[in-house]
């Protein structure tokens, strides 16, 4: 889980948004490496997206009357926890946990599902 530097307090899982013309998948590697500095993993598709609504504090970063976008789902499997390094304009701390706890520390109600359903528990 990553915390973001603005909101105070907004934990989530690596998230991002589409750049012009880029599939999800290249978006998801792309982000993935940004913000843990992970590189070369392989990802799964869980074939799932969900449309849900931009948070006000965000839709400047959006088209003027643009209020929704679509998440799309991906998991990548580590064989051990390794160190992450954080993009310090965007995140300023990272905890491994269990299923249950980052289900509880996430913010946005997709994260919570996608925790959910795509993170074992242990």
């Known amino acids: 889980m990553l915390r973001r530097k603005y909101p105070n307090d907004f934990w989530?899982?690596?998230?991002?948004?589409?750049?012009?013309?880029?599939?999800?998948?290249?978006?998801?590697?792309?982000?993935?490496?940004?913000?843990?500095?992970l590189i070369k993993q392989e990802l799964h598709d869980c074939q799932y997206s969900k449309v849900f609504e931009i948070y006000s504090i965000w839709r400047e970063r959006y088209a003027p009357g643009v209020t929704e976008n679509t998440e799309h789902v991906y998991t990548v499997e580590l064989p051990e926890k390794v160190a992450i390094v954080l993009d310090p304009k965007e995140h300023e701390q990272y905890l491994w946990l269990p299923q249950k706890q980052a289900m509880e520390l996430a913010f946005s109600p997709t994260n919570q599902e996608a925790i959910r359903r795509w993170v074992p528990e242990v």
Do not use: F, K, M, N
């Open 12 to 37: 989530q899982s690596v998230t991002g948004s589409l750049e012009w013309d880029e599939a999800p998948l290249d978006a998801a590697i792309r982000e993935l490496q940004e913000e843990t500095g």
